[in-house]
Every structure is written in C-alpha cells, then in structure tokens.
C-alpha cells in the first residue's frame, strides 16, 4: 500500500514503502553558508548544479560559445522583465542624472565584442576543503559575442562629481545571501568603469540576452571574474565612498580564515583550457584517443593582458613543451592554441599552462582559499591511449 508522506508522496519498492524525502528536508532555510564538506556533494548543491549549468567543454575549439552551451550563474531568481518601457536610471554623484531606455541606449554608438566571461568560483571543486555554492570544475565559461555600447560615453554625459570614486550596477534580482536580504549589486573602481571593453549589452550572438543571460540589459566588463558583469540591469549609481553591499564586502573576497576580511577578488587570472580529446566514458567523462598525431585545442585567457604563452604537458606536469598561440578572437576574449601531440599507448594525464604579458603564470596547483575563488591552478586530464 502507498503511504502519503507529511512532506511528499511515498514511494513503493517492491512491496516497500520509501519516504522520498527521507532525510532531506526540502525547505530547510540557511541562515549562512553551510560549512565546507570533503567529498560528497549535498542536494543543495546538485540543485545549484542543474540551475547554473557550466560550458559544454567540446565547443572550446570554437571562437565564440553557443548561446545554450555557455555557462550561466543565477544568484537568485531570474527576473521577468519587459523589453517594452525598460529603462535604467545613471544617479548619484553626476551632474545630470539620467533615464535611458533600451532604444535610447541602441540609437548610441554600438560595438559588437566577443567577451570572455568566467565565473570567480570556477575551479573550486577541486580544492579541499571546497566552499560550497555552485560546485564547478573549470566549466564555468564561455565567450558570447555581445552587442552593446560602451559605457564611458554614458557617464561624461551625466558628468562626474570631483568626489565620484565608484559606480554600483544594482540588477532587477534580489534574494537573501549571508543572512542579508538584498538586489544583486556590484562596483567598480571609476578607472575601471571608464576601460574600453566596458560595455551595456543587449545581445549575445546577435540575438537578445536568453533571460538567463540578462535580458533584456547587462553589463560587461571584460577583465574582471563574472560577479562584475551586472545582469538585469536596473540601475547605475555613482558615490564617493567605497561600496559596503554584501558581494562587495562579504563575498568575492581571497580569505584565509574565517575572521580573514581578505583582498578583493577583481581581475580574472591567467588560465588556459583544453577542449577534452578524443571520446569519453558516459559516467566519469575519462577520454580515449588513438595512438599517432592528435591535435589538442584550447583556449587562453587573463585580465591582466594578452596572453603571451601555452605549454602542453603530458606526463602530468613534469615536463612542458610550447603550443602553437593564434590571434585572440577579441582583444577583449580568448586566444585560441593548438598542440601537435604524439600520443604514445598507455594512460597519460594532459595538463596546459598558460602565461600572460605580464609574466603571470598558473600554479602548478591551486592556491586553497576559503570561499574557492580565482583557483587557476592547470587543469588534468585523464586519458588513456589505445
Ligand atoms: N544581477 C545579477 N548579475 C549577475 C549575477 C547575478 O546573480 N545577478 N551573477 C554574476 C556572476 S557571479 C557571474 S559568474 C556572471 C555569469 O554570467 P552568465 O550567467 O551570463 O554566464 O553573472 C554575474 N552577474
Ligand atoms: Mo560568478
């Protein structure tokens, strides 16, 4: 006979009556983040997992990343918004505030920018012990072609204050991290906001954002790990002292220790990565290529500058040799690398290694720190040669 749970429907297994729910209670509110764990991954995290999907690694021998094999990271929930009657306020610290509609915003200057967008937290899963949120490997990626206008236009019109220090992008989003109820917000130094490469984006891949992506505005700012790249954009507020909101103060943050305020996390640090070669196994995803010639592909990236080097290993980080760089797709991108392989029979473990202009270059391993953040030690590939 079926049972009905308190919380959920009962299951039957052979003649057995299975609370689904068992343990898990499906509306248990955290207060906090829950403490970091070893090796299994919890529900909530599997959850987070499915919501925010990583880069479908395999397109990483193409210049520009499909929209729906992009990766994609939503805080909160992804609000609904009208492209009709839109519009985002430029306040605060200006002479002239601003209303901007999204036509007033596409009659400006339009650029059309491949973009590399990585989230701060790719990498983290394979640090012990990991911080939990989105548990990503290093597919938490993706170069979408934007089309947008540049911001800097946008704020000598509304004109600076002389005391202007930062500009804060709040998004539509809002919800509770830390215990604090708050919009997704995020600030930029003014120098930053000011880069070329900094954009108000409408489009990816010449079709509006996906609602997951933004839509129907965003912000990009090249350079800087994803959390800077404000979605649903609603406002832009210029002030004159540092910014205090939660992803600001609390989170992004390169801490040691729980009492630790840390540096912030800005910049993306140098990483290359390589598109998995060969086949793989349903399960694990371990690769198997052909012994011979194999060509590996991949991409590399910093916010530091251009990248200037990538070396392929595959004896598991013992001996490098160089790869072969060709133009970035974008000065505000990746760069595209390849590798003449002589794959010999046996199992082997393929790594790249990337330097930027200057002179950064990966850890050999990541550098653990408590929220997971910026890990850009190599990445490992297991493959086995037949
Ligand atoms: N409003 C808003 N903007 C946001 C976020 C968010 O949750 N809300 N997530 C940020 C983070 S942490 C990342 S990594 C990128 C992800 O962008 P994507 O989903 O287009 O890949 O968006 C950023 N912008
Ligand atoms: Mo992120």
């Known amino acids: ?22 343990g898990h209670d499906p509306v248990l509110p955290t207060p906090d983040r829950p403490p970091p764990s070893s090796k299994l991954f919890s529900h909530a995290e599997t959850r987070l997992a499915f919501r925010n999907h990583g880069m479908h690694l395999e397109f990483l021998d193409k210049p520009i990343t499909p929209v729906a094999s992009h990766f994609q990271l939503i805080h909160f929930d992804i609000p609904q918004l009208d492209d009709r009657g839109y519009s985002i306020t430029v306040k605060g610290r200006v002479n002239k505030p601003l209303t901007l509609s999204l ?29 939990i949120y989105v548990p990503w490997f290093n597919e938490a990626i993706g170069v979408f072609e934007y089309t947008g206008t540049p911001l800097k236009p946008i704020l000598q019109e509304a004109g600076l204050l002389d005391d202007a220090t930062e500009v804060v992008f709040t998004g539509h989003d809002d919800g509770i991290d830390l215990g604090v109820h708050h919009h997704f917000e995020r600030a930029l130094p003014i120098d930053e906001a000011m880069l070329d490469g900094v954009i108000l984006a409408w489009e990816a891949n010449g079709h509006p954002l996906p609602p997951a992506h933004g839509f129907p505005l965003r912000l990009v700012v090249p350079t800087w790990y994803g959390m800077a790249s404000v979605k649903w954009l609603k ?43 060969g086949y793989p196994d349903l399960i694990s995803r371990y690769r198997f290529v052909e012994s011979g010639n194999v060509e590996l592909r991949g991409m590399a ?63 050999l391993r990541a550098i653990w720190n408590v929220q997971g953040m910026a890990q850009n030690g190599v990445e490992r590939w297991g493959v086995r040669v037949l």
């Open 1 to 22: 006979m079926l049972r009905m749970g308190a919380a959920a429907t009962g299951m039957a297994v052979a003649g057995r009556t299975v609370d689904a729910w068992a």
């Open 103 to 131: 036509e007033d915003l596409k009659r400006r200057k339009t650029v059309k920018q491949p973009s590399i967008m990585e989230c701060a937290g790719n990498g983290r899963s394979f640090a012990h012990p990991r911080s």
């Open 235 to 277: 406002a832009i507020t210029v002030i004159d002292h540092p910014f205090q909101g939660v992803q600001q103060k609390l989170v992004y943050r390169m801490t040691f220790s729980g009492g630790d305020a840390g540096r912030p996390i800005q910049k993306k640090s140098v990483r290359a990565a390589m598109k998995p070669p």
């Open 301 to 363: 990236w910093s916010g530091w500058g251009p990248i200037r080097k990538v070396e392929v290993s595959d004896d598991d980080r013992r001996t490098w040799r160089p790869a072969v760089l060709e133009e970035p797709v974008s000065p505000h991108a990746w760069t595209p690398w390849r590798f003449n392989w002589q794959a010999r029979p046996g199992a082997r473990i393929l790594s790249c290694r990337a330097t930027d202009v200057t002179g950064n270059i990966q850890p």
